[in-house]
């Protein structure tokens, strides 16, 4: 049930095999063979949390890989953050030998976007929420990441990785916020 009380559907994928996983990651990095920054390199600054450095990449690649009938002037009413979503992702599937990735769950007061489970312990986890900006209610990208920064801490996305054993001190929140091809990532 959606937060309004109508239906929706929902599925849960999983990769089904090592071939499909490598099927992916193959896909992905067709994507970005044309630009000029390296596939990996909004992972290794993902996973060193340097945020100036996965803002510049993700500007870089919206700018060039994303279209205007991906993102639209208005994105789907109903869930407008889907296609960044997806998009993002697909860039962290290659974390799934070091991370249980999963979207869309409930943990807390909520269902948070992303969460990446560290399959080590001393290992950071990390909860990520996506909006895509309100023109007409919020006046910048600040605002919008501010907003997902304080859903992801009034819901208490971060309980579950608690439960498991991540000490909060170790988890990390990520807003990503989106507008057509503009793209900015807000730590909180």
């Not at 801490?153 to 498991?164: G, H, I, N, P, T």
Request: overall charge negative; charged content about 30%.
């Amino acid at each position: 049930m959606s937060d309004f009380g109508e239906w929706k559907e929902e599925y849960q994928l999983e990769l089904t095999n090592f071939e499909v996983k490598m099927m992916f990651r193959s896909l992905i990095r067709k994507w970005f063979a044309g630009t000029s920054c390296g596939y990996n390199d909004f992972i290794k600054a993902f996973l060193s949390d340097d945020v100036r450095a996965m803002n510049a990449y993700m500007n870089k690649i919206a700018m060039h890989t994303f279209s205007y009938f991906d993102t639209g002037k208005n994105p789907s009413e109903e869930e407008p953050e889907r296609f960044y979503h997806g998009f993002v992702l697909g860039l962290m599937v290659e974390l799934t030998d070091r991370y249980v990735l999963t979207s869309n769950r409930e943990s807390g007061f909520g269902r948070y976007d992303v969460m990446l489970e560290p399959g080590k312990s001393g290992m950071d986890g990390m909860v990520i929420e996506f909006k895509v900006q309100e023109t007409g209610r919020e006046k910048n990208l600040q605002d919008t990441a501010k907003e997902a920064l304080e859903q992801i801490e009034q819901r208490r996305y971060e309980e579950l990785l608690v439960e498991k054993g991540v000490p909060r001190e170790r988890i990390r929140r990520y807003g990503f916020v989106f507008c057509g091809k503009k793209v900015l990532i807000a730590r909180g």
